[in-house]
C-alpha cells in the first residue's frame, strides 16, 4: 500500500467528528479530561496533515489525494475529493489553527467546556470537508455545515451582544449561500442540457461552456455568497459584531479560516466556472476591493474597541487578497493566497493577544490601558512583532504577500495599485498608534500596575505564530514552490477560457440571450 | 361490463383497508362496552401492533399496479407509498398518544378508532383515480379530524377548534364536489384517467364551466393542505387541537391531500398545465411567504410550527407548478421527510406540556439545552431539518424540490423559495437560540419524560439524518411511485 492510496483526506475531514462523538460520551465534570482529549485529537489532526506538505507533488496539475467514490449516481453525485497547491496550504492553516484555537480556549471558557469543544471539532470538520470537497453538492453540504458550529460559538460563548451577532451572522451567510444553491442546480440543468450528462463534479463542469449572459446570472450568485463571506465591502457589515462577541477562539477560527473560504470560492468555483463573467467583473471586483481596504483602514482607526479595531483591519486586508486574485496574474494571485495565510497568521495572532489582555483586564477597550510594556515585556515583544506582521514589515510574512498583490495590482492597472498602496500607509497608522495607545506612556489606569505577564501555555501559543510570521517571511519559497503549478496552471485555465469565449461570434451570444430572456418564468 | 360485481379476488388487494376497519370497529365496541380509564392503555398498544401489522400488509402491495372494483380503485406504488407515509405517521402518533392519551385523558377506544379511520380515508383518498372514491375517502378522513380536534372537552380553544375546522372545512368541501361536479357536466366523465383521454382525445377542449371546475378543485384542495389564501383555519386548529392530533393533522392530512390533488392534476389536468400552473405559481409564492413571514411573530411553538406547516406547504408547490412529472418525486420525498420532522417536533413540544397546559410558550425552552441536553438536541435536529440544512433530510428534500423548479427553469419560484427558506432559519434558530443562549426562568418543573416519547424521537432522527445522508434508496422510491404519471 503506497502513502497515496491511505484515504488521507477522508481520515483529516472525520476524525474531529470521530472526536465529538466520542466526546459525547465523556462526563461533563471531567473537564480536563475533555480538554486533553481535544488537545490530543486536534494534535494527531495537526500531526497527519503535515505528511500532506511533504508528501505533496508540486510538479503535478492535476488534483492529489484524491479519493472519489459515487454517492448518488443517477444525479451525478459523488463522493470526490481532493486538493491542489491552493487548497493544501489553507488545509495545514486550518489544522495549525485549531491547535492554537484549542490551546487558547483552556482557561477562557469556564462554562459547558464539553459543548464548546465539541462544537469546535465539528467545525474543524467542516472547514476541511470545504476545502478538499470537489463536487458541488458536498462543497455545499460542508459548506453549509460551517454555519451551526460558529452560530454556536458565537451564540453561547460569545460576548454581551452575541444573540444579535450569532443571528447576523447565520443570516447574513446563508442569504448568500441559498442563491448559490440556485446557481448550482441551474449550471448542473445547463451542463445536462448541452452535454447530456448529469455531474457536480467540478472538474467536468469547468469545461462547460456557458453563454456569458447565463455566466453574468452565475457568478453574480456565486459572487455575492463568497463575497459576503470574504467579506467584500459593501456586504460585510456582520464581520464586525460576530467577531466583537466571538470569544478569542472563535473571532481566531473566524478571521483565520471562514473568511478564507469566501476568497478560495472565488479561486476553486465563481472564477473558473464562469471565466468570461469574471473577467467582466474586474473593474468592479477592484473597486469594491479598493474601497474595502481604504474604508476598512478608516475605520479601524476610530474605533475604541481592540476587537473591532482588528475586525475593521481585516476587512481591509482581505481587499488586498480580493484585489490580488482579480489582478489575475501570477503576482497577484499568488501573492492573494500568500495573504490568506498571512491574515490567518496575524490577525489570529492578534486576536489571540486581545484575548490574553481581556482575560487579564476584563475590558477590550483601548483607553483602559496604556503603558503595559512595562508591567508586561514578554507579551510587549510578542505583540510588537504580530502588530508589524499585520503592517507588513520587510521580514514578516505579511510583507510578502502584500507586496506581491501590489506588484500585480500595478501589472494590470496602476490606479488600483496607487489607490491600495494609500491602505498600507493607513494600516500602518491605525496599528502603530493603537500599539501605542495599548503599550506605551505612563500607566493611567491603577488595575493595570499589577498585570501578570504571559504564562507558559501563552508563550507557547504566540511563538508557534511568531515562528510561522518569521519563517513565512523570510523563506516564502519553501511554501510558494508549492502552490506554483497550481497557481500557473489556473491562471493559464481561466485565461484560455476566456479567450475563447471572446471568439465567440457576437450572434450566438445574442441568441443565447433571447432564448435565455424567453426561457425565463 | 353492464353489472357492477367486484370480482372476489379484488377483497385481497383492499386488505390494510379492511384491516384498519376491523380494528377501529374493534375499538369502538372495546370502548363502549368498557369503562375508559381502565382500556386506554390496551387499545393504544392494540392499535399499534395493528398498524404495523397493517404496514407488513401493505409492503406487499409494492409493485403491484392495477385498477378493482371496476376502476372505482386503484392499487399502484403511488397509493401503495401514500398509505406507506400514513401509516407511518399513524404508527408514531400511537406511540406518542400512548402518554400524551392518558395525560390529557382523552385516551379510549374512539380516540384510537377515529385514528384509524382518518387513515383509512387518507388511503381511500389517495389511491383511487375515481372522483366519488377521492371524495368519500376524503370526507372519511376529515369527519375523524373534525371530532378528534374537540377532545379537549374543558378546553374552549379545542372546542373552538372543532367547530372552526368543521365550519370551514364543509365549505370547503363543498367547493371540491362543486368543482367535481362542474367536471362532470362538462364532460360527462368522473374518472380522473378517462377525462385524460377525453381531454387529449378533444383538444384543445376548453369549455367555461370545466375550467371553473378546476378553480374549484384547487380551491377545495388547497384548503386541505393549508395554502395561502385558503389557510386562515390552519393556525387555531393546529394549536387548539390536542398536540398529538396536531402532529397527526400536520403530516397525515397534509400528504393524503397533496396524493389527491398530484394525482388529479398529473392525471388529467396534465394538458391545462399551462392554465394552472400560473394561478399554483401565485399560490405557492404567497403561501411560502405568508406562512414564513407571520411565523416570524410568532412566540407559541404550536401556533409557529402551524404556520411553518403552511410555508412548507408552498415549498412543496413550488414543484408541483412545475408539473415535471419525473421530479414530482420530489413532492412524495419531501412529505415523506416533512411527516419525520414534524412529528419530531410535535413530540417535543408534546413533552413540554403538562395536563392542562400546553407550554409551548418560546419561554418554556428556555434553557432546555441545559436541563435536558438529549430532548434539546433531539429538537435542534428538528429544526435545523425544517430549516433545509445539511446533512439533515430537510435539505436533500429541499434541494430536490428547488432543483424541479430549476430544471424547469422557474428561476424567480426558486430564488423565492430559498430566500424564504433563510427567513424560515431565522424562527427555527429562534427556538434552538432560546434552547441553548438564555438561561430557564424560574422553576420549569419537570417534563413529561416516556420511553414512548425517546422511541418516537429516536425514529425521527433516525430517519432524518439516514434520509439526509443516503438518500438514494429513498429517492428511486419515491420515483418509481411516481413513474405511474410517466
Known amino acids: 500500500m503506497t502513502v497515496m492510496s491511505i484515504p488521507i483526506l477522508s481520515f483529516l475531514i472525520y476524525f474531529p467528528l470521530l472526536g465529538a462523538i466520542l466526546l459525547l460520551f465523556v462526563n461533563r465534570k471531567n473537564s480536563q479530561f475533555i480538554k486533553v482529549f481535544t488537545l490530543v485529537f486536534s494534535l494527531v489532526e495537526l500531526a497527519v496533515s503535515i505528511p500532506l506538505f511533504f508528501k505533496f507533488d508540486e510538479t503535478a496539475k492535476t488534483m492529489q489525494f484524491v479519493e472519489k467514490a459515487q454517492w448518488f449516481p443517477e444525479w451525478g453525485i459523488s463522493y470526490f475529493i481532493g486538493i491542489d497547491g491552493i487548497s493544501l496550504l489553507l488545509v495545514l492553516l486550518t489544522t495549525f489553527l485549531t491547535v492554537i484555537c484549542v490551546l487558547c480556549s483552556w482557561k477562557a471558557i469556564e462554562d459547558r467546556i464539553k459543548e ?28 453549509e455545515l460551517m454555519l451551526i458550529p460558529m452560530y454556536l460559538l458565537i ?26 444553491f440556485i446557481a448550482i442546480l441551474a449550471l448542473y440543468f445547463y451542463y445536462y442540457k448541452t452535454t447530456g450528462v448529469y455531474t457536480f463534479n467540478v472538474l467536468e463542469l469547468y469545461q462547460a461552456s456557458i453563454p456569458v449572459v447565463k455566466q453574468y446570472w452565475f457568478f453574480g450568485a456565486f459572487a455575492l455568497s463568497f463575497a459576503i463571506k470574504v467579506p467584500m465591502f459593501p456586504v460585510h457589515t456582520w464581520l464586525p459584531d460576530a467577531h466583537t462577541e466571538a470569544p478569542t477562539a472563535g473571532s481566531v477560527i473566524l478571521a483565520g479560516v471562514l473568511l478564507k473560504m469566501g476568497t478560495y470560492g472565488f479561486l476553486r468555483f ?34 475604541p474597541d481592540l476587537k473591532r479595531l482588528i475586525a475593521f483591519s481585516s476587512v481591509s486586508h482581505l481587499g488586498y487578497v480580493m484585489l490580488g486574485l482579480f489582478a489575475f496574474n501570477i503576482q497577484g494571485v499568488q501573492g492573494g493566497i500568500y495573504q490568506m495565510l498571512n491574515h490567518g497568521i496575524s490577525t489570529g495572532g492578534l486576536f489571540l493577544i486581545v484575548g490574553m489582555i481581556y482575560e487579564r483586564r476584563h475590558t477590550r477597550m483601548i483607553a483602559d490601558f496604556g503603558g503595559l510594556a512595562k508591567v508586561m515585556p514578554v507579551f510587549a515583544t510578542f505583540f510588537m512583532i504580530i502588530t508589524l506582521s499585520s503592517i507588513a514589515l520587510p521580514g514578516t510574512n505579511g510583507f510578502v504577500g502584500e507586496f506581491l498583490i501590489l506588484l500585480g495590482a500595478f501589472k494590470s492597472n496602476a490606479v488600483y495599485g496607487v489607490l491600495a498602496t494609500t491602505g498600507v500607509i493607513l494600516g500602518a497608522v491605525y496599528m502603530l498608534w493603537m500599539f501605542q495607545r495599548v503599550m506605551f506612556g505612563v500607566i493611567t489606569k491603577e488595575e493595570n500596575r499589577n498585570l501578570k505577564d504571559l504564562g507558559k501555555r501563552e508563550i507557547l501559543i504566540l511563538s508557534s505564530m511568531v515562528f ?24 493559464s485555465f481561466v485565461k484560455a477560457k476566456n479567450a475563447q469565449y471572446r471568439t465567440l461570434p457576437q450572434g450566438a451570444t445574442e441568441a443565447a440571450k433571447v432564448n435565455d430572456l424567453s426561457n425565463t418564468k | ?106 385516551g379510549s377506544g374512539e380516540y384510537y378508532a377515529l385514528l384509524m379511520f382518518g387513515v383509512l380515508g387518507m388511503m381511500v383518498m389517495t389511491s383511487s383515480h375515481h372522483f366519488i372514491s377521492i371524495f368519500i375517502g376524503l370526507e372519511v378522513m376529515s369527519l375523524s379530524i373534525y371530532v378528534l380536534c374537540g377532545l379537549l372537552k374543558g378546553n374552549i380553544r379545542s372546542v373552538e377548534a372543532s367547530l372552526k375546522y368543521f365550519l370551514l372545512g364543509a365549505f370547503a368541501t363543498a367547493f371540491l364536489l362543486y368543482g367535481m361536479a362542474m367536471i362532470y357536466g362538462s364532460t360527462g366523465i368522473i374518472d380522473v384517467v378517462e377525462l385524460k383521454k377525453f381531454i387529449l382525445a378533444k383538444q384543445p377542449f376548453s369549455a367555461t364551466m370545466f375550467v371553473i371546475g378546476i378553480g374549484f378543485l384547487i380551491v377545495g384542495f388547497g384548503f386541505k393542505i393549508a395554502s395561502v389564501p385558503f389557510h386562515m383555519w390552519t393556525p387555531d386548529v393546529y394549536q387548539g387541537a390536542p398536540t398529538s392530533i396536531t402532529a397527526y393533522m400536520a403530516t397525515g392530512v397534509k400528504a393524503a391531500a397533496f396524493g389527491a390533488l398530484i394525482r388529479v392534476f398529473y392525471t388529467a389536468l396534465i394538458p391545462f398545465l ?77 413533552m413540554l406540556g403538562r395536563k392542562g397546559e400546553d407550554n409551548s410558550d418560546l419561554d418554556s425552552y428556555a434553557g432546555l439545552g441545559a436541563r435536558h441536553p438529549f430532548i434539546a438536541l433531539c429538537m435542534s435536529i428538528f429544526l435545523l431539518s425544517l430549516a433545509g440544512i445539511p446533512p439533515l433530510a430537510g435539505f436533500i428534500g429541499k434541494f430536490y424540490v428547488l432543483s424541479a423548479a430549476v430544471k424547469a427553469q422557474y428561476y424567480w419560484l426558486a430564488v423565492i423559495g430559498v430566500l424564504n427558506s433563510v427567513v424560515a432559519a431565522f424562527y427555527y434558530l429562534r427556538v434552538m437560540m432560546y434552547m441553548y443562549f438564555k438561561e430557564s426562568a424560574g422553576d420549569q418543573g419537570t417534563i413529561d419524560k416516556a420511553p414512548q416519547y425517546g422511541l418516537v424521537m429516536l425514529v425521527c432522527v433516525w430517519a432524518l439524518l439516514h434520509m439526509g445522508i443516503f ?6 422510491i419515491a420515483q418509481k411511485a411516481i413513474s405511474i404519471f410517466g
Open chain 2, 471 to 476: 438518500p438514494k434508496t429513498f429517492l428511486l
Open chain 2, 1 to 106: 361490463m353492464d353489472v357492477a360485481i367486484p370480482a372476489s379476488s379484488d377483497f385481497n388487494w383492499i386488505l390494510p383497508e379492511i384491516m384498519l376497519t376491523a380494528w377501529a370497529l374493534l375499538f369502538l365496541l372495546i370502548g363502549g362496552l368498557t369503562r375508559r380509564a381502565s382500556t386506554s392503555k390496551a387499545c393504544g398498544i392494540m392499535c399499534f401492533i395493528g398498524t404495523l401489522i397493517t404496514i407488513f400488509y401493505t409492503l406487499r402491495l409494492w409493485g403491484a399496479n392495477l385498477d378493482i372494483f371496476n376502476g372505482l380503485y386503484t392499487i399502484d406504488d403511488y397509493g401503495t407509498f401514500f398509505k406507506l407515509i400514513f401509516l407511518i405517521v399513524l404508527a408514531l402518533v400511537t406511540l406518542v398518544s400512548l402518554r400524551y392519551a392518558d395525560r390529557e385523558e382523552i
Open chain 1, 468 to 491: 510561522f510570521i518569521i519563517l513565512m517571511g523570510v523563506y516564502p519559497k519553501m511554501f510558494f514552490k508549492k502552490m506554483d503549478v497550481s497557481v500557473a496552471e489556473y491562471l
Open chain 1, 116 to 143: 464548546y469543544y465539541i462544537t469546535f471539532l465539528i467545525l474543524e470538520t467542516a472547514m476541511i470537508g470545504t476545502l478538499c470537497a470537489l463536487d458541488l453538492v458536498l462543497f455545499y453540504i460542508f459548506w
Open chain 2, 274 to 350: 399551462p392554465g394552472w400552473s400560473e394561478i399554483v405559481w401565485f399560490i405557492a409564492v404567497i403561501t411560502m411567504c405568508v406562512g414564513n413571514i407571520t411565523a416570524l411573530a410568532q412566540r407559541d411553538i404550536k401556533r409557529m410550527l402551524a404556520y411553518s406547516s403552511i410555508a412548507h406547504a408552498g415549498y412543496i408547490l413550488i414543484a408541483f407548478t412545475t408539473g415535471d412529472r419525473e421530479l414530482a418525486s420530489s413532492m412524495l420525498y419531501y412529505l415523506m421527510v416533512y411527516s419525520f420532522m414534524n412529528i419530531g417536533a410535535f413530540t417535543v413540544v408534546i
Open chain 1, 155 to 180: 451564540g453561547i460563548w460569545g460576548g454581551p451582544r452575541r444573540i444579535y451577532a450569532a443571528i447576523k451572522f447565520f443570516l447574513f451567510t446563508m442569504a448568500g449561500s441559498v442563491l448559490m
Open chain 1, 270 to 303: 465563481a472564477v473558473p466556472l464562469f471565466p468570461a463573467a469574471a473577467f467582466d467583473a474586474i473593474p468592479l471586483m477592484s473597486i469594491l476591493a479598493v474601497i474595502g481596504i481604504i474604508y476598512g483602514a478608516i475605520v479601524s482607526m476610530m474605533q
